[in-house]
């Protein structure tokens, strides 16, 4: 009988720290694939025109797939800022096409990032579009000043401040998808403005809000293994859905009865899928901390840039 869980688990395995003798032998038969994909990858960037966007931006983004935390980070840092703008792709959102998010926003509109953003960002503008290029623009449009791109390092033609952030820890192969988890080949960190390590220049701090006595931890982010050093001791079950997942309320709620549980334990951004539902949430609420040297480096360049647009 398939089991979804543990299908999740066994690829981001695979692609992460492949250890059983199946998940190697997948890794070489693939590696000619990601040779190809590597090809294709850099092609497009050594031949792509450079746009210069009529306002700074910044981009905060991963070379691998999966999280590293690049959305609380980003959180963080445009927390700092008045008069900005969030752009970003709205993944595994129903619309088409570019939308300006707000917390009223169905979430089918808007996707669960951009409403987590506009949630938490009352100055900011969120943007969803699949051309980030005419976003940017339209944020000009608007009157902002800035805008920040979220996970947009692969947008080689747009003129930009890259920061990437390094996954902790990091995948035991350097091979680019299918074989291996990197979207675009290692080397490239050298493109980066700035890249970032956890506890070097950033660090996460969790707290548990309305915990109750009998939790069920239910998520849909990629890698949730990474959840476990936050979790309180009294679970009932760990509930994985795949990256991005849309939750029913029925099935949630089938899941409090089945487990017996006072509430569900999730993360901000699962939690914005299921506020609407009135069941009982307790949430991880991850906060990031920029180092100050960091911080000062984004906005010299975003105020340096102003000045020559």
């Not at 700035?194 to 939790?215: A, Y």
């Amino acid at each position: 009988m398939f089991n979804r869980q543990n299908f999740i688990f066994w690829v981001e395995e695979y692609l992460f720290h492949p250890t059983s003798k199946l998940q190697f032998f997948l890794s070489f038969l693939l590696y000619p694939l990601s040779i190809i994909y590597s090809i294709i990858v850099l092609t497009k960037r050594i031949f792509a025109k450079k746009i210069e966007p009529p306002i700074p931006v910044v981009s905060i983004g991963n070379l691998t797939i999966g999280g590293s935390g690049k959305t609380p980070f980003l959180i963080s840092l445009a927390k700092e800022y008045q008069n900005i703008a969030i752009v970003l792709r709205g993944y595994k959102r129903d619309s088409k096409g570019l939308h300006v998010i707000t917390k009223d926003t169905p979430i089918n509109i808007s996707g669960d990032e951009a409403m987590l953003y506009a949630c938490l960002l009352k100055n900011a503008t969120i943007i969803v579009s699949e051309d980030r290029l005419k976003a940017i623009n339209y944020a000009h449009k608007l009157g902002c000043k800035a805008v920040f791109l979220d996970d947009g390092f692969s947008k080689s033609f747009i003129n930009k401040f890259d920061i990437l952030l390094r996954p902790n820890p990091e995948p035991k192969f350097n091979f680019t998808l299918p074989s291996g988890a990197y979207r675009e080949p290692k080397f490239l960190y050298k493109n980066a403005d700035l890249v970032l390590k956890e506890s070097i220049d950033f660090t996460k701090k969790v707290t548990l809000n309305n915990p109750t006595k009998h939790m069920v931890l239910v998520t849909a982010i990629s890698k949730p293994q990474r959840l476990n050093q936050y979790l309180p001791k009294n679970l009932v079950k760990k509930i994985y859905f795949e990256d991005h997942y849309m939750y029913t309320k029925t099935e949630l709620e089938n899941l409090i009865k089945k487990y017996n549980a006072t509430s569900i334990l999730t993360t901000q951004k699962d939690m914005v899928k299921m506020q609407e539902f009135g069941l009982p949430l307790s949430v991880l609420d991850l906060h990031v901390e920029i180092n100050s040297k960091v911080k000062n480096q984004i906005n010299d360049y975003i105020v340096e840039k102003r000045t020559c647009l």
